[in-house]
């Protein structure tokens, strides 16, 4: 692969890396991915990347002799050098509302599902390590339950996923941003105008943790773990969470052009 080519750093489970993988795929951007092997390794990837020792977090896109942080400054640069399709509404008053919405589901929404699953798995140690077999690249799949340890004291450190305390804000703040979806929905198929765009694509990618549709990133052959299976239950019949299965199958196509490096 080309090295002129833009290349991702992502984690495979992170619905902010889902979020950009969507983009990138929607584009059909050739490009290469490196996925961290070790969670918590790519936090000095991430500062390395960006000479930005307050950034440790991936998604990173290196694009055009940048290193990219953060989600929705990798859409702004995608859609500003792959404009096709857009994601972001002509319209400016649809363009804002998209962008607001955006910000919403990343503060809003994000943190809750990833803090709430990662709590879930910590209290399922046999569904996190045949999540982490299945789907961790390298040395941490291998490790078997030592792996979960790991996975366990990483994610309790650096999401608080341990706290119950936490893990009921994270239910209410799921829930919430439900309704929110739903509202901004109302009847219609899109968040914003007559379009599939930023908002939707952002909505659907961090309700992904949640929701578990056909062509995200865990496969759907995995059992979820049991107190994330207890929460959903009774989702299942709402609108919000259709929308969300029926968003993937509509616009989430795997892209061909994409290669690991």
Known sequence: ???SRPTLWH???SHYSEKVRWALDLKQVP???RAAAVPGAH????MWLTRDPGNFTYPVLQLDGQAIADSTAIIAALEERFPEPALYPADPSERQRALELEEYFDEELGPHTRQ???HELGN???AFEALIRQTVPGPLARMGSGAVDYARTFSGVRFGARSEEAAERSRAGVLAALDRLEAELG???YLVGDSFSVADLTAAALFYPLVLPEGGPVPTDLRPPAG???FRAPLKQRPGYSWVQQTYERHRHAGVLAGQL
């Open 31 to 33: 490009h290469g991915r």
């Open 124 to 126: 399922d140690p046999e």
């Open 228 to 230: 994330l299976e207890r």
């Open 1 to 3: 692969m080309s090295d």
């Open 116 to 118: 709430l699953v990662f």
């Open 11 to 13: 984690l495979a489970h």
């Open 187 to 189: 009847d219609g198929e």
């Open 43 to 46: 936090m000095v990837a991430a």
